[in-house]
């Protein structure tokens, strides 16, 4: 799935209100995923903080113009498919102080109240 990192603020439900379930992470703490209340497909996650969701792109109103620019978690991909060289993959997370430009790390510190 392709995750987009937005301010919890600026994300704008259309209609209902989504469903909150907690789900165990590999570390031991838990990520609440909403899901929509009629059909259950996921919307968004928060992970250890509310103030930033990761939503679903295919939630989107028009998805297409989204590409990613990294891949995690690669361990668990299935051997067809096939990730793009364009982006960078880690078996895991990463550090994205190293990775991610200089405005989405202000906007990231702006939201967390840093």
Request: aromatic share 8%; charged share 25%.
């Amino acid at each position: 799935m392709i995750n987009l990192l937005i301010e919890t603020e600026r994300v704008e439900l259309l209609q209902g209100e989504p469903l909150a379930i907690e789900l165990p992470r590999d570390d031991g703490s838990v990520q609440q995923v909403f899901r929509c209340s009629s059909c259950q497909v996921a919307l968004y996650s928060h992970y250890t903080r509310p103030e930033v969701a990761f939503v679903r792109a295919g939630t989107l109103d028009d998805p297409r113009g989204i590409e990613p620019d990294v891949h995690i978690f690669t361990r668990s991909k299935v051997d067809w498919v096939i990730l793009p060289e364009s982006a960078p993959a880690f078996d895991v997370y990463y550090d994205s102080k190293e990775l991610w430009p200089a405005g989405s790390l202000a906007r990231l510190r702006a939201a967390m109240g840093a």
